[in-house]
C-alpha cells in the first residue's frame, strides 16, 4: 500500500490504532465493562483481527497497526463513560491529558457512526 492510500484510510474515524484500543480497553475494564474490554481487545488482538497494510517504509510498531473497527453507537457510549470515568479518577492530574487523544477519537467515531445511520 501507497502511503497516500494509507494516510486517506488512517484518518477515517473507523480505523484505530491497537494502541488506542488497548488503552481504552484497560479504561473500560476499570470501568467495570468488562464485555466491552473484551470486544475492544478483540478489535486488535482477536482471531479475525486484520491490520491495514502499511507501506513498506512504515517504521512503527505493532502499537501502530490500524485496524477498521465496527462498533456500535451503545458501546461508544460505554467507552465515553469509560473515558469520562478514568477522567474524573485523575482529575486535572498531570496525567489528565493523556486521555484528551482518546476521547476526541471516539467522539469523533461517534459523530462518524450518527452520518452514517442518516
Not at 7 to 32: I, Y
Not at 34 to 59: I, Q, S, T
Not at 66 to 93: P, R, T
Amino acid at each position: 500500500m501507497q502511503w497516500t492510500e494509507y494516510k486517506r484510510l488512517c484518518d477515517q474515524p473507523n480505523f484505530m490504532s491497537r494502541h488506542l484500543l488497548q488503552v481504552t480497553a484497560r479504561l473500560a475494564l476499570e470501568a467495570a465493562k468488562p464485555a466491552l474490554c473484551k470486544d475492544l481487545l478483540n478489535a486488535c488482538d482477536g482471531d479475525e483481527a486484520v491490520a491495514l497494510e502499511r507501506p513498506p517504509d512504515h517504521r512503527g510498531d505493532e502499537r501502530s497497526h490500524m485496524f477498521k473497527v465496527e462498533f456500535s453507537v451503545d458501546q461508544v457510549g460505554e467507552v465515553l463513560f469509560a473515558l469520562d470515568n478514568a477522567g474524573h479518577q485523575i482529575g486535572q492530574a498531570s496525567s489528565g491529558h493523556r486521555l484528551v487523544g482518546p476521547r476526541a477519537a471516539w467522539l469523533e467515531y461517534r459523530d462518524w457512526l450518527a452520518q452514517q445511520e442518516i
